[in-house]
């Protein structure tokens, strides 16, 4: 079964750092992008990050810029996100995601077809 | 803009049919991928590409593209189908979200 499954979420004060993990399993991970988007509390989703399959390109969403990082370890079949210097705008439910993107016609199409549950962050003094 | 605005909710009789729109520059060059929420679970991807539905996905799920707008349309809506929609564009652009309630 194709399985994506996020941790390491919890409550941290306002500037400190936490460091979230996504373990996949039922498919070769080292052939996908992988995607982290966030949820607010009462609120829509948001993309924040994502990464190429060897780890050699990343993007991130302004909002993190500077403060979050993406890495992977292909050999572990996981995903992680370290967070830094964290506010309480950061405060949300966390979900890791599979990309795909493919061409029809003379269109991109870019999907996020697999995704883990989530691991809630709580940013607050 | 990278932008995507959504209606922020729509509602239709059970049974029915529902059209919920996306619009955004970004749609001109790109196809929409559709996503349906439920309360407390994680998005499920329901239309990708031109028109194209997951492995499981009704086909009363269907989408389609016209300039600036990707549309998702639920023909013969079901009580299961309550649940919040949200378009994407380019993998790194969500819309605002539609929240579609069957009466």
């Known amino acids: 079964e194709v399985q994506l499954v996020e941790s390491g979420g919890g409550l941290v004060q306002p500037g400190g750092s936490l460091r979230l993990s996504c373990a996949a399993s039922g498919f070769t991970f080292s052939s996908y992008w992988m995607s982290w988007v966030r949820q607010a509390p009462g609120k829509g989703l948001e993309w924040v990050a994502n990464i190429k399959q060897d780890g050699s390109e990343k993007y991130y969403v302004d909002s993190v810029k500077g403060r979050f990082t993406i890495s992977r370890d292909n050999a572990k079949n996981s995903l992680y996100l370290q967070m830094n210097s964290l506010r309480a705008e950061d405060t949300a439910v966390y979900y890791c995601?599979?990309?795909?993107?493919?061409?029809?016609?003379?269109?991109?199409?870019?999907?996020?077809?697999?995704w883990g549950k989530g691991t809630t962050v709580t940013v607050s003094s | 803009s990278s932008e995507l605005t959504q209606d922020p909710a729509v509602s239709v009789a059970l049974g029915q049919t529902v059209r919920i729109t996306c619009q955004g520059d970004s749609l001109r060059s790109y196809y929409a991928s559709w996503y349906q929420q439920k309360p407390g679970q994680a998005p499920v991807l329901v239309i990708y590409g031109k028109n194209n539905r997951p492995s499981g996905i009704p086909d009363r799920f269907s989408g389609s593209s016209s300039g600036n707008t990707a549309s998702l349309t639920i023909t013969g809506a079901q009580a299961e189908d309550e649940a919040d929609y949200y378009c994407n564009s380019r993998d790194t652009v969500f819309g605002t979200g539609t929240k579609v309630t069957v009466l």
């Open positions: 995601a599979r990309d795909r993107g493919e061409l029809e016609g003379d269109r991109y199409y870019y999907y996020m077809d697999v």
